[in-house]
């Protein structure tokens, strides 16, 4: 099976498990640890910006869930695994 990879669709940029994302309630945290939801105040992030280009990123935003790579072909090995053992 594959392995997700996080990172910009934009540039590249690959995300490192560092609070580099603050909600509008103020709380730091690691966007990819929640799904792009805030642990503080349960907002749901549908799009995340990139970092800021001082540490490699591009700051444009783009949707969280395109930051997955390869999590397409990992829901379809899933469906396939589960086909075969219905």
Request: net charge negative; glycine share 8%; proline share 5%.
């Amino acid at each position: 099976m594959d392995s997700i990879r996080i990172r910009c669709p934009k540039c590249n940029w690959e995300a490192d498990g560092q609070p580099h994302w603050v909600c509008t309630c103020g709380h730091d945290w690691d966007t990819f640890s929640t799904g792009g939801r805030c642990p503080s105040c349960g907002k749901q992030w549908d799009d995340t910006q990139c970092v800021e280009k001082k540490i490699g990123g591009c700051q444009q935003f783009s949707p969280h869930l395109d930051w997955y790579e390869n999590l397409d072909i990992i829901v379809d090995e899933v469906m396939e695994e589960l086909k075969e053992k219905v």
